[in-house]
């Protein structure tokens, strides 16, 4: 007798077993546009384990099995966290997230007090001990009206000591990865690109405040309590805004800052540079005969609270620019280039690194091609889901 194996999906619950682990899947939308949630954040916090959406709100989330009678929480700023047990989930695993309520801000007081007085207590909300994460790395190149070019993943472990000699020094160990290129696209954006993005999107708050907020810069911005306030878990949290005092301030940026209200711990910071300040990261020329013009740079980092402690969560950056050849103006283009970082393992280091010194990610140039675009590869390890404009890739030469 025969069965029908899309019955069967429907029957079951899609909580599957797999090598000592389990894993969910499912998209989670907005229960009232029913829009998909990209970046809405799926986590064990008693455990450490946490993975998130993708940009059409899909997710998988891979637990030992042994915690499928832990708590999963689904949060996302403006939206009522969802809680379920993992062994709960089943196949109708659409979850429907409802805004949060929208209150009147009742903060007093000077932004920039409040933001120094945050910044003070990083190391009472964040972790003041030695951490590791493990993540899934996303960097990727999109030309307009061609789709992607180059797309680089791997999984990676980021250590930070915190010890006062290594402070603010991460260590980042790549344990697995793969790319896909269109290389007789790929080439002509030669030169555009970070080295190692990974050790931009990993650094973490207890490693140093970002430069443009820290005590030799903080100062060249304006900060205003924003009138209205909602939620992030069960924490309700404020934004303060920020702009730079005038058009004179070296990549300057327009951004936000959320606080929860009672601990002041930092939840997430976002931005977007002002145009005078896109000049100053993206300018001039990367090859002889291409110029470039930066049209936009935005990027956000995340925190999750673990353990008591608010960690690394998600960061990305994205930056755009319009490429043209400057001798016969055959190639002009626009391509957006992003670089991404998701943790899916929080957990204290013990007193020896498992990074030795050979070992530390120093290029994400030299990542190995892949294959077939397959996500077995990455086994029970958390990644975000390719969209299937990025799949397109493998059908490229």
């Known amino acids: 007798m025969k069965f029908n194996s899309i019955l069967i999906l429907l029957l079951f619950p899609t909580v599957v077993f797999?090598?000592?682990?389990?894993?969910?899947?499912?998209?989670?939308?907005?229960?009232?546009?029913?829009?998909?949630?990209?970046?809405?954040?799926?986590?064990?916090?008693?455990?450490?384990?946490?993975?998130?959406?993708?940009?059409?709100?899909?997710?998988?989330?891979?637990?030992?099995?042994?915690?499928?009678?832990?708590m999963v929480v689904i949060s996302s700023i403006g939206y009522k966290h969802f809680t379920k047990k993992a062994s709960d989930f089943d196949s109708t695993n659409v979850i429907a997230l409802e805004p949060a309520e929208i209150l009147a801000s009742v903060q007093g007081g000077d932004p920039k007090v409040l933001l120094k007085e945050a910044f003070g207590l990083i190391k009472k909300n964040n972790p003041s001990f030695p951490t590791y994460q493990t993540g899934f790395y996303l960097e990727t190149i999109e030309m307009a009206k061609l789709g992607?070019?180059?797309?680089?993943?791997?999984?990676?472990?980021?250590?930070?000591?915190?010890?006062?000699?290594?402070?603010?020094?991460?260590?980042?160990?790549?344990?697995?990865?793969?790319?896909?290129e269109w290389v007789g696209q790929s080439a002509k954006l030669n030169g555009w690109g970070f080295v190692n993005g990974a050790a931009i999107v990993t650094r973490s708050l207890e490693?140093?405040?970002?430069?443009?907020?820290?005590?030799?810069?903080?100062?060249?911005?304006?900060?205003k309590v924003d009138s209205l306030m909602t939620y992030f878990n069960d924490s309700l949290v404020f934004s303060?805004?920020?702009?730079?005092?005038?058009?004179?301030?070296?990549?300057?940026?327009?951004?936000?800052?959320?606080?929860?209200?009672n601990s002041r711990a930092i939840v997430r910071i976002e931005y977007e540079m002002t145009p005078e300040g896109v000049k100053?990261?993206?300018?001039?020329?990367?090859?002889?005969?291409?110029?470039?013009?930066?049209?936009?740079?935005?990027g956000y980092t995340q925190f999750l609270p673990i353990n008591g402690f608010w960690h690394l969560q998600?960061?990305?950056?994205?930056?755009?620019?319009?490429?043209?050849?400057?001798?016969?103006?055959?190639?002009?283009?626009?391509?957006?280039?992003?670089i991404q970082f998701m943790a899916n393992e929080h957990s204290k280091l013990g007193n020896r690194t498992a990074i030795r010194f050979d070992e530390e990610l120093l290029t994400t140039d030299n990542f190995p091609k892949g294959g077939r675009y397959d996500q077995r590869f990455w086994g029970t390890s958390n990644y975000l889901i390719p969209t299937p404009d990025m799949l397109k890739i493998t059908e490229k030469k």
């Open 18 to 70: 797999s090598q000592g682990y389990a894993f969910i899947t499912g998209k989670i939308i907005d229960k009232v546009t029913q829009n998909p949630i990209p970046n809405a954040y799926l986590s064990i916090p008693s455990k450490g384990f946490s993975s998130e959406t993708n940009t059409l709100g899909e997710f998988k989330f891979f637990f030992p099995k042994i915690d499928l009678d832990s």
């Open 148 to 180: 992607y070019v180059k797309i680089n993943e791997g999984i990676i472990r980021v250590e930070r000591p915190h010890t006062p000699k290594e402070i603010g020094i991460e260590k980042i160990k790549l344990l697995k990865a793969r790319k896909f």
């Open 207 to 223: 490693g140093g405040i970002p430069e443009y907020l820290d005590k030799g810069n903080i100062n060249d911005y304006d900060f």
């Open 240 to 261: 303060i805004s920020f702009k730079p005092i005038n058009k004179k301030i070296k990549a300057a940026r327009n951004g936000k800052i959320f606080l929860t209200q």
């Open 280 to 298: 100053d990261v993206i300018k001039g020329n990367f090859t002889d005969n291409t110029k470039k013009e930066g049209k936009m740079v935005k």
């Open 314 to 338: 998600d960061c990305k950056l994205t930056f755009e620019a319009k490429f043209e050849d400057k001798l016969e103006k055959k190639f002009s283009n626009e391509a957006t280039m992003t």
